[in-house]
């Protein structure tokens, strides 16, 4: 009986091993043609035959990717790691997933393996500078955008990378000097000069006087009100201000070498010299200056060449921080075209559209999103928050839940459920979640509900406070108006 049971083993072998011949070449097929979701259940199945075979397990592992489902591709990647350590295809694909879930910081390790083992990759260094800018490792990612820019400089993404690190540095010194001292004469001064940026010049040339009342002789400032003065239709008095900057003596390099240095063009020296200690308000006023300057340097630069999607992505920034939200949205849709699928030009689109108002849009992208990961906390909030504001609440609570569950940290989540619970009469739920969002209320409408809803709950006296609480702040915000009216008329030089 022994041969005969060896014969007959050796039949079943050949024909599986032909079977799964046969399924590779159809697998490679489906993914050679795009249609990595029908590769993925014979790879499966493959899997299944030769447990434990990394080659099988990194092929279910692109598939899985490819076709958009990263939670499932990551724990696949994770096991060809732990047999082939060094595999190039699986460290790129796990860290191009994360990018892909929007986890920055677990990217950055296999893709700086990657990268290790192979420097002249610029894809992956591409990926790996990504990584790093949304983790925010700005002076890291500042590195590997600026190799990039010397080796491939006609590549529109590096340009376009080195350009929102410089403006992510930027805003980084910006929230450190805030925290520094929120009244700061250099906190006024770069105010001033993200609201002349916007075309918001009463607002600039109030901020610019702040400055150049403790700082008057801080170069720059009496420039930036002549030009205030030059696009307000005050030449007369631009004439004046640009005396006063002529007529500022030298800067003493020694006690001021951050702005003999930004004086000078030496933008990169500003942001790259090591950090002895905690930076001043000066220094990082300078180095906001320097980094805002290099950020406009390297974007320049992207729109010197062809259209490409990173165009299209700056133009979309732009016109979102100038609230521009439906023109955002439509460069978002162009870059799109340019890169199909990117989820990230997704949830940027979603958001644009949200902050549009076109919430029916919105909600359209995020449902779509959701298909692919369905706990994006983002997704969930925009999709749940754009029902509440379509009058649909009950369907809007189970995304909202879905957002809190994924980042129990969402306030505006919070915020949303709070709302929707109110409205379907669930007031002791809402509650919680109302009070717990109330830091997020500069308008007064959380207090609002907050007090109709211990209203509805027989708790007065709670009711009473919370409505207080709202006249409270509408009172102050229409007295914050009428000094900001007050103040910010453009008048002659002081």
Not at 116 to 123: F, I, K, L, S
Not at 127 to 133: E, F, P, Q
Not at 197 to 224: C, D, M, T, V, W
Request: charged share 25%.
């Amino acid at each position: 009986m022994l041969p005969a049971l060896f014969l007959f083993a050796a039949q079943f072998l050949q024909g599986q091993s032909e079977d799964l011949s046969a399924k590779s070449a159809q697998a490679r097929q489906l993914m050679a043609s795009g249609r990595f979701e029908q590769a993925i259940p014979i790879y499966r199945q493959m899997v299944k035959a030769e447990p434990g075979n990394p080659g099988l397990l990194l092929n279910l592992g692109l598939a899985q990717h490819m076709a958009g489902h990263d939670r499932e591709a990551i724990p696949t990647l994770e096991s060809v790691l732990k047999a082939q350590p060094d595999s190039r295809p699986a460290l790129i694909s796990l860290g191009s997933a994360r990018l892909a879930l929007n986890q920055p910081n677990e990217a950055i390790a296999p893709l700086r393996k990657a990268v290790n083992a192979q420097p002249a990759d610029h894809e992956t260094r591409g990926l790996l500078a990504s990584a790093l800018l949304d983790a925010k490792r700005l002076d890291e990612a500042g590195v590997e955008y600026r190799e990039l820019t010397d080796a491939v400089s006609e590549d529109p993404r590096s340009w376009y990378g080195l350009g929102m690190t410089y403006q992510a540095t930027a805003a980084s010194a910006f929230e450190q000097l805030q925290k520094a001292g929120a009244t700061s004469p250099y906190v006024a001064a770069l105010v001033a000069d993200t609201r002349v940026q916007r075309r918001q010049f009463r607002s600039g040339f109030f901020f610019y006087n702040e400055a150049a009342k403790q700082l008057p002789n801080l170069h720059g400032i009496h420039a930036a009100l002549a030009d205030v003065y030059r696009k307000t239709g005050h030449s007369d008095w631009a004439a004046e201000e640009d005396a006063k900057e002529r007529a500022l003596p030298p800067a003493d390099c020694k006690t001021h070498p951050a702005e003999c240095q930004f004086a000078g063009g030496h933008d990169l020296q500003i942001l790259t010299q090591p950090r002895r200690g905690a930076w001043s308000p000066e220094a990082l006023y300078w180095r906001a200056k320097a980094a805002n300057e290099l950020a406009m340097q390297a974007l320049f630069r992207l729109g010197q060449m062809p259209p490409s999607a990173e165009l299209h992505q700056l133009r979309a920034e732009i016109a979102r921080g100038q609230g521009q939200h439906l023109e955002s949205a439509r460069e978002w849709r162009e870059a799109l075209v340019l890169m199909p699928g990117d989820r990230r030009l997704r949830r940027e689109l979603a958001a644009s559209l949200f902050m549009a108002q076109d919430y029916r849009a919105a909600l359209a992208e995020a449902e779509s999103m959701l298909k692919g990961d369905s706990k994006s906390s983002e997704m969930n909030f925009i999709a749940g928050d754009s029902l509440l504001r379509l009058e649909e609440p009950e369907r809007a609570v189970a995304y909202l839940k879905g957002a809190l569950s994924s980042d129990p940290g969402l306030l505006a989540a919070d915020a949303s459920l709070g709302l929707a619970l109110s409205r379907l009469g669930n007031h002791a739920e809402a509650v919680a979640h109302l009070e717990k969002a109330l830091e997020l209320d500069d308008d007064g409408s959380l207090y609002y509900q907050l007090g109709r809803a211990y209203q509805a709950m027989g708790q007065r006296e709670k009711a009473t406070g919370a409505m207080a609480k709202y006249q409270e702040i509408l009172k102050k915000a229409e007295e914050q108006k009428e000094e900001v009216a007050r103040e910010a008329q453009i008048g002659p030089p002081r």
